[in-house]
């Protein structure tokens, strides 16, 4: 993605992830994308040649995103909180948005069935992300913590369960005793 992107690039952006939330990948169409973006096909195209160029795009904001607010967590709890406080700040930063939600777990349908290329950015996303949650285990709780790499990929099961669940409509989900249990069962 450009790192200086036009007015136009912004609504087409905003307007295919509003779009695919609303559709789905498959079944979104370049022309509802120009319709939704105010813009002609013209300008679309200008921009994007093809939906998978744009999906592309789109997935990449998304996981550069929940990426930003990974780091933003590790950055703000070095040292200023409790483990269970450091686990229920990141699932409840990584549930907040249920349009992100949504867009993420189409993506990942997306890349899971039918898109290989979109399935290779996301593993590679998702090895990022274990290995930031498995450095941040370790810089947190020291030598400890033996088992940094299996807890990186148990929270990482969390928060796509979680993110499922609130989208599925659970109200009950108990992210203060889930961060708590976490936290007793590192040290």
Same mark, same amino acid.
């Given at each position: 993605?450009? #790192? ?12 295919? &992830? ?9 079944? +979104?169409? %370049? ?6 973006? /105010? ?6 195209? =200008? =921009? ?13 904001? /998304?996981?550069?995103?929940?990426? /930003? !607010?990974? *780091?933003?967590?590790?950055? &703000?709890?070095?040292? /200023? +909180? ?5 686990l229920e700040m990141v699932f409840c930063k990584l549930t907040e948005s249920p349009? %992100?939600?949504?867009?993420? $777990? ?15 950015? =996301?593993?590679?996303? =998702? ?10 285990? !370790? ?10 790499? $299996?807890?990186? !990929?148990?929270? *990482? ?7 499922? !669940? $609130?989208? *599925? ?13 976490? +936290?007793?069962?590192? #040290?």
């Amino acid at each position: 993605m450009k #790192k200086n992107i036009s007015e136009n690039h912004k609504r087409i952006l905003e307007a295919a &992830e509003a779009i695919f939330i609303e559709k789905g990948v498959k079944d +979104a169409s %370049l022309a509802d994308i120009a319709r939704e973006a /105010n813009i002609s096909k013209g300008t679309l195209y =200008y =921009y994007y040649s093809s939906k998978s160029d744009l999906v592309f795009d789109i997935a990449n904001k /998304n996981l550069e995103n929940i990426t /930003n !607010q990974i *780091l933003s967590w590790i950055e &703000e709890s070095r040292g /200023n +909180a409790f483990a269970s406080e450091i686990l229920e700040m990141v699932f409840c930063k990584l549930t907040e948005s249920p349009t %992100l939600m949504k867009l993420h $777990l189409y993506l990942l349908k997306e890349a899971v069935t039918s898109n290989d290329a979109l399935r290779v950015r =996301y593993m590679e996303k =998702y090895t990022e992300w274990k290995g930031m949650i498995e450095e941040s285990v !370790q810089s947190l709780f020291g030598d400890k913590t033996r088992d940094a790499k $299996l807890i990186s !990929q148990v929270v *990482l099961a969390a928060i796509d369960g979680f993110k499922i !669940q $609130l989208l *599925l409509g659970f109200k009950d989900l108990n992210i203060k005793d889930t961060s708590d249990f976490f +936290a007793k069962a590192i #040290k």
